[in-house]
């Protein structure tokens, strides 16, 4: 894709997740954007592809292209998180298994930010992960559904690696006085983690089921049969508040929210050194 078509797309997402086109919304037609963007039509129809296959429009034949709606299909997550960091004020809350999946699509906008390509007034990252320390009901072995300690500690190393270079990162930023307020924080809790969670500066959600399979790996030379928590393959649905208090959309987003603070404000807990 032209960096003149990636020009293009970027300002229509934007469009779309800030919500200046709303779900169901009709865009301009190839010929308005063209002349606002001061582009080819065909670099247009080349931004509009790269939109479709997000998940941000749906083409409707003798209609035109529309913002979609935003539970009709899973999008991707990255785009939401880098326009994300284009604010003055960067929220980001993540709940979930690992971390992993958070610590890609982070990684370079805050790269960015040291790089002075962003500049966000203040940034907050939280992140909830199940508790190493306490026995899991998942993942477990699949001979006897029992928690398996040599998995969990192996858990425990790839979730600290992960959250560890993103705290250390958002450290960073903040020594170095490129942001004005960083904070990046991690608390564990006790419960089986069965979904992932991404709450974007309070006005965006991304949810996805973990599935569970059987996972067959090699530990200090060990075998071991696990029932795991498949995160990679988890599909994520996008939900947006709107201006609407009463729509889908606000009402799941402030529901997360809720969710979220109240699990980090009763039983999730620092982890342990």
Known sequence: ?????????????????????????KLPSLNELSERYGVARMTVQQAMRVLRDEGLIV???????????????????????????????????FAGFSGETLHGVVQEPLDRIRAGKLRPMSLRIRVLL??????????????????????RERGARIA???????????????DLGVLENASAEVRVHRSAPLF????INETEAFFGFYPVREHKLTIKGEPHAVYDLMGKDATLFHHAATNDPDSIGTQYVQQARQWFDSMWETVAREPTP
């Open 1 to 25: 894709m032209s960096s003149a078509s990636q020009q293009v797309a970027d300002a229509i997402r934007a469009a779309i997740t800030s919500r200046t086109f709303t779900p169901g919304d």
């Open 59 to 93: 083409s409707r034949q003798g209609s035109g292209v529309f913002a979609r709606e935003r539970t009709e299909r899973p999008v991707g997550l990255r785009p939401h998180i880098e326009q994300a960091f284009t604010q003055d004020r960067v929220t980001l809350d």
């Open 130 to 151: 199940p508790d190493p320390e306490t026995p899991w009901t998942l993942p477990v072995r699949t001979e006897d559904l029992a928690d398996d300690p040599a998995f």
């Open 160 to 174: 600290h690696r992960h959250t560890s270079a993103i705290v250390d990162s958002v450290a960073e930023l903040a």
């Open 196 to 199: 992932k969670l991404y709450v």
